[in-house]
């Protein structure tokens, strides 16, 4: 991924805005509200038949800051800088040059990195003056580009200069793709877990207030042949108090539609209440492979954390979701955390597992017709199956004689037997179709 742009510039200047049209997807969350973004946030730029890999960061507030989170974001944008192959410098019309742009400018000098000068907001006509004092000021440019990104002004010309930039390069994305979304309430761990667990000099920010993440960060990383989409998602609630709770609600149901594998953090101590219950349920709903963790276990001695278990494990029915006991803060447990890593590779082959129809007929038939279940007095018969390899997760159409009413727990009976003789699908939900 050597073909990175990223995007910098004080507070509430458009970076997102940019952001979000380069990589065609409303993905960084945008308000008028300044310092919405706190973390580093990926995607792709795909510009004709190439690729790069762009990052949004936060507002630049500077270096000379004690505040804790502030001092993480700073850290953050110049560790995204010293990687770039090329910045994309903003500035607005509204606020001009000030001295934290004056700052940001020598700091990119400093580490050498090439950049484009971005003026944004060029449609606001009554501060049309301060394009002047902009250009007056200390910055030195040689690429600068009068743009609007609401009204879709100057944009064309700046994605044909990038891609002159890079001399129509890209990077190699041919490579298997994962996504894997991070879900749970607020401050569960969630961020905590990706820090843990991809373990990088980039990392999510973490702070003991519910609600740091209030955007959605997407985490490019490459194993193997894969390449890993982490999405870190905001904490949602099902009975939302807020407005924008409704939308971090409605905006991780698509992320868990889109996703391959779903990882469901919880805190132990909160346990398995309605929210969680209700994440569990979509996961399923949509055909996800699951894991589910439980964080903060360092809260507990041995005893109370083995009737905590017990508990837990009674609510969740489902037998084949991976459920692990971590502590994260403190990274107890190193060796699950290895475990997890591993099983992310597996439940997704899992989830993209097909079986030839010879071999489900032969075996699996035998085993279901010779129980016999009986519908209105008839004895319920399975004639044929086969799987629909088109659908993206294990979907098994089943050939019968009978359809209407048949008993939710002969569905059932039917999936242990191929989760016994077939193969288990370990952390996958499967499904079942029967027709006439």
């Given at each position: 991924?050597?073909?990175?742009?990223t995007?910098?510039?004080k507070t509430n200047?458009?970076?997102?805005?940019?952001f979000?049209y380069l990589?065609?997807?409303?993905q960084?969350?945008?308000?008028k509200?300044?310092?919405?973004?706190?973390?580093?946030?990926?995607?792709i730029?795909?510009i004709?038949?190439?690729?790069?890999?762009?990052?949004?960061?936060?507002?630049?507030?500077?270096?000379?800051?004690?505040?804790?989170?502030?001092?993480?974001?700073?850290d953050?944008?110049i560790?995204?800088?010293?990687?770039?192959?090329l910045?994309?410098?903003i500035v607005d019309?509204?606020?001009?040059i000030?001295?934290l742009?004056?700052?940001?400018?020598?700091?990119?000098l400093k580490?050498?990195?090439?950049?484009?000068?971005?003026?944004?907001?060029?449609?606001i006509k009554?501060?049309?003056?301060?394009i002047?004092?902009?250009?007056?000021?200390?910055?030195n440019?040689?690429n600068?580009?009068?743009?609007?990104?609401?009204?879709?002004?100057?944009?064309k010309?700046l994605l044909k200069?990038?891609n002159k930039?890079f001399?129509?390069k890209?990077i190699?994305?041919?490579?298997?793709n994962i996504?894997i979304?991070?879900?749970?309430?607020?401050?569960s761990?969630?961020?905590t877990f990706?820090?843990?667990?991809?373990s990088?000099k980039y990392k999510?920010i973490v702070?003991?207030?519910s609600?740091?993440?209030?955007?959605?960060l997407?985490?490019?990383k490459k194993?193997?042949?894969?390449?890993?989409?982490?999405?870190d998602?905001?904490?949602?609630?099902?009975?939302?108090?807020y407005?924008y709770?409704?939308?971090?609600?409605l905006?991780?149901?698509?992320?868990?539609?889109?996703?391959?594998?779903c990882?469901?953090?919880?805190?132990?101590l909160?346990?398995?209440n309605?929210?969680n219950?209700?994440?569990i349920?979509l996961i399923?709903?949509?055909?996800?492979?699951?894991?589910?963790?439980?964080?903060?276990?360092d809260?507990?001695n041995?005893?109370?954390?083995?009737?905590?278990?017990?508990?837990?494990l009674?609510k969740?029915y489902?037998?084949y979701?991976p459920?692990y006991?971590?502590?994260l803060?403190?990274?107890?447990?190193?060796?699950?955390?290895?475990?997890?890593?591993?099983?992310?590779?597996k439940?997704?082959?899992?989830?993209n597992r097909?079986?030839?129809?010879?071999?489900?007929?032969?075996?699996?038939?035998?085993l279901?017709n010779?129980k016999n279940?009986k519908?209105?007095n008839k004895?319920f018969?399975?004639?044929?199956?086969y799987?629909?390899?088109k659908?993206?997760?294990?979907?098994f159409?089943?050939?019968?004689n009978?359809?209407?009413?048949?008993?939710?727990?002969y569905?059932?009976?039917?999936e242990?037997m191929?989760?016994?003789?077939?193969?288990?699908?370990y952390?996958?939900?499967i499904e079942?179709k029967?027709?006439?």
């Amino acid at each position: 991924m050597e073909k990175i742009i990223t995007i910098v510039g004080k507070t509430n200047v458009g970076k997102s805005s940019l952001f979000n049209y380069l990589i065609k997807k409303k993905q960084s969350f945008i308000s008028k509200n300044s310092n919405t973004t706190i973390n580093v946030n990926n995607g792709i730029l795909k510009i004709k038949n190439c690729k790069y890999y762009i990052k949004d960061t936060s507002g630049y507030y500077g270096n000379n800051i004690k505040n804790y989170l502030y001092k993480n974001i700073y850290d953050q944008i110049i560790l995204s800088i010293k990687e770039s192959k090329l910045i994309l410098f903003i500035v607005d019309i509204i606020s001009g040059i000030n001295y934290l742009d004056i700052e940001l400018y020598k700091t990119i000098l400093k580490l050498n990195i090439p950049f484009f000068l971005i003026i944004n907001k060029i449609d606001i006509k009554n501060n049309i003056k301060n394009i002047y004092s902009i250009l007056n000021s200390k910055i030195n440019y040689t690429n600068i580009y009068y743009i609007s990104v609401t009204h879709n002004i100057g944009l064309k010309k700046l994605l044909k200069d990038i891609n002159k930039f890079f001399k129509y390069k890209s990077i190699n994305l041919n490579k298997k793709n994962i996504k894997i979304s991070i879900l749970g309430i607020p401050n569960s761990g969630k961020s905590t877990f990706i820090n843990s667990l991809f373990s990088d000099k980039y990392k999510s920010i973490v702070n003991n207030i519910s609600g740091t993440t209030v955007d959605t960060l997407y985490f490019l990383k490459k194993y193997r042949n894969y390449i890993y989409t982490i999405i870190d998602t905001p904490g949602i609630l099902k009975n939302y108090k807020y407005n924008y709770d409704k939308k971090y609600l409605l905006k991780t149901k698509n992320i868990i539609k889109e996703s391959d594998l779903c990882i469901l953090i919880i805190d132990i101590l909160s346990g398995i209440n309605k929210n969680n219950i209700y994440i569990i349920n979509l996961i399923i709903k949509y055909k996800k492979g699951i894991i589910i963790i439980f964080n903060k276990c360092d809260l507990l001695n041995n005893k109370d954390l083995l009737i905590y278990k017990k508990k837990i494990l009674k609510k969740i029915y489902i037998k084949y979701i991976p459920i692990y006991f971590l502590s994260l803060k403190y990274n107890l447990n190193n060796n699950k955390l290895l475990e997890i890593k591993k099983n992310i590779l597996k439940l997704y082959k899992n989830r993209n597992r097909k079986f030839n129809t010879s071999l489900l007929n032969n075996k699996l038939l035998k085993l279901i017709n010779n129980k016999n279940f009986k519908i209105n007095n008839k004895i319920f018969k399975i004639k044929f199956c086969y799987q629909y390899k088109k659908k993206n997760f294990p979907y098994f159409i089943f050939i019968s004689n009978l359809v209407k009413n048949i008993n939710l727990y002969y569905i059932t009976y039917i999936e242990k037997m191929i989760r016994k003789y077939i193969f288990n699908f370990y952390g996958i939900p499967i499904e079942l179709k029967f027709k006439k």
